[in-house]
């Protein structure tokens, strides 16, 4: 999984897209001027900084509306800068300032306070995928070693098994079985498979 390293502004002035480009939270980060309102939800970023008064009603309408039907399940940061304001069931998902001249101060901070949310967020789906990928493997090939595990999914030996660990914590009845020298499920079930 590769992660992107973007900043997505809309409706930003020249100058104001120059500050943000120097302020950028990391070296590899980009900055990204969307063209339309279309592209903040189609662009993945870390962070967006919106002038809304750049943007006509029904396209913000559509921006809240995604937000509040995702209910939160992204993980970038949206500064959205003056009128019209979200709803306020969509607020939760926006960090409202009147203006650019409002976040120009602490602009740095919150960009690397973004870049760090999504660097968590991104190390979690990692962490959850590899794990996935085990238990799957695990499930699929009865028996299957540490090493073939290490070598399918790219792990070290050692990062395998703690994997399994976590896997065996969360009430997965994963074990090692000495006769075919390697893990497999009690009794080939998984709970998170739903075969219980």
Known sequence: MTQDYRINT???MQKQN???SANLPVRDCELYIAATPTD???INCEAMIVNASAMEQDDADMIFGYYQEVNGCTDETILWLGEPMPPK??????????DFDAIKDKLKYLLLTAHSKS????????KLVNGLKILALIRKHPGISTQKL??????????VQRYI???QATGEW???DRTLRGWKLFHGVSILYGDV
């Open 10 to 12: 809309f409706g930003l």
């Open 18 to 20: 120059q500050f943000v």
């Open 40 to 42: 903040l939800i189609a």
């Open 89 to 98: 069931a969509a607020r939760k998902f926006f960090k409202c300032y009147p």
């Open 119 to 126: 660097k968590k967020a991104h190390e979690y789906s990692e």
């Open 150 to 159: 290490s070598e399918l999914t790219e792990l070290s030996q050692r990062s």
């Open 165 to 167: 660990a976590a896997l």
């Open 174 to 176: 994963i074990e090692y």
